[in-house]
């Protein structure tokens, strides 16, 4: 199971550790095709070419592998889609809920993932 | 830098007018505050696109985008333009307030948004008990009791959608009447799960890691209470995204910029396209036909000059 964007996947619970074990500065993005989600996708995409030392990803909210991020005590507040994680070495450094814009990612990515 | 046309908006209108400028051998910038696609990329299944059986409205804005690029175009997206002059012979823009572009002409396809409160609280508790999206986010409210705001068919059908997950849902619209369709109004109003609260609006939202209250006003009285509440889905309509502009080109009273046949506002070289611009109908294949027809105006404009 994974989403239709142009974002690298992640579909299970191994490959999320695996990602953020093997990957310094890591954003995904945990959510569905729907409007709150997309835009974050696409911002992500977007930056890419800018941050090339982080790893941008997306996972499926609705897939059960998807607990790794859904049940991370940061998002226990969260109650709208897309959680959006950030890890360095290893560790979530940040998450956020629901839509963001780019400035908001930029400045976490600039603060937390530098 | 200098281009000949500068596009506001890279949604339909604003990526089809960037691909005809530049065909017509145009220099050509859209820059874009949102995502790529504006509205289109929120629609999960395009299926009334001439041409494409069916198409995700992302998908259908990556192509688009790819295609603009192919063809020349500059694309700056997730900036924020801070400086408009759209007077005179030459055009600029300033974005983040460092960057300055100049061009000839300037289309605005901006697009429109869907309207927020704008209370105190609202910002700060997105994503953690205020929603714009009750697909999207409705599941988080098993059983639990919630708001949500406005009078016209969305705020109805997503009121009555959000009684599957809900134990009961307030809905609070300032006037004494909806908006909606019948059909609407009615299939809410015999939902046991959903009661109505006319005549009011919420004026504060509280509570500490997400909303637990929210302050609602009694327009006729002026009182004001606190609710207790799990959650607030805002459905108050879409505005064009056009206040920047107001002084600047005509607006009508709800903010639609004002066009001639060619698609020019009433500043000369600037024209507008989609649904920014006054128009009945808001489709991507209107708003594909707008782009087509300002960038060809357009590219008229500074050929004559």
């Known amino acids: 199971m994974v989403l239709g964007t142009n974002l690298k996947h992640i579909a299970t619970a191994a490959q999320h550790n695996e990602v953020i074990n093997n990957n310094e500065n890591v954003m995904i993005c945990c959510g569905r095709m729907g409007p709150m989600c997309i835009p974050v996708y696409d911002i992500m995409e977007d930056l890419e070419e800018e941050y ?11 897939s059960p592998e998807a607990h790794v991020i859904r049940n991370a005590p940061e ?36 603060e937390k993932l530098a | 830098m200098n281009y000949d046309i500068i596009i506001i908006g890279a949604g339909p209108s604003g990526l089809t007018a960037g691909i005809y400028a530049a065909r017509a051998k145009a220099k050509v910038l859209i820059v874009n505050e949102g995502s790529v696609g504006g509205q289109m990329v929120l629609t999960h299944q395009i299926e009334n696109y001439p041409g494409v059986e069916s198409i995700s409205g992302y998908q259908l804005s990556k192509i688009m985008r790819k295609q603009a690029k192919t063809f020349g175009c500059d694309i700056k997206t997730g900036v924020e333009l801070t400086k408009i002059s759209l007077e005179g012979d030459v055009k600029s823009i300033e974005i983040d307030s460092k960057e300055t572009f100049t061009a000839k002409s300037i289309i605005i396809a901006s697009g429109g948004r869907s309207r927020s409160l704008n209370v105190k609280g609202e910002n700060e508790f997105k994503g953690r008990g205020i929603s714009y999206c009750a697909t999207c986010d409705g599941d988080f ?18 009121a009555v959608s959000l009684t599957k997950y809900a134990s009961k849902v307030t809905i609070i619209h300032q006037f004494d009447h909806f908006q909606g369709y019948q ?7 015999a939902n046991p799960k959903i009661n109505f609260l006319l005549e009011s609006k919420i004026v504060e939202f509280l509570g500490t890691e997400k909303v637990e209250k929210v302050k609602v006003e009694n327009l006729k009285t002026g ?14 309509g879409y505005v064009p995204q056009t206040e ?7 607006l009508n009273q709800w ?12 500043q000369k070289g600037v024209f507008a396209a989609g649904d920014a611009r006054v128009t009945r109908t808001r489709q991507i294949t209107t708003a594909v036909a707008d782009g087509t027809v300002a960038a060809l105006r357009a590219v008229d404009f500074i050929n004559q000059k």
């Open chain 1, 52 to 62: 090339p030392h982080v790893a941008f990803y997306d996972m499926p909210f609705d």
């Open chain 1, 75 to 110: 998002c226990s507040s969260f109650m709208g889609l897309p959680f959006t994680v950030y890890y360095k070495n290893g560790k979530l450094v940040k998450a956020t809920s629901s839509i963001q814009s780019k400035a908001q990612i930029t400045s976490i990515l600039n």
């Open chain 2, 141 to 158: 409210y098993q059983n639990m009791e919630i708001i949500v705001v406005g009078g016209g068919n969305s705020a109805l059908e997503e």
């Open chain 2, 183 to 189: 059909h609407a109004i009615d299939e809410a109003k």
């Open chain 2, 223 to 236: 009182e004001i209470n606190e609710m207790s509440i799990a959650g607030v889905f805002i459905f108050i």
């Open chain 2, 244 to 250: 920047r502009f107001k002084g600047i080109i005509e």
């Open chain 2, 255 to 266: 903010g639609e910029i004002i066009v001639d046949e060619n698609l020019q506002t009433n």
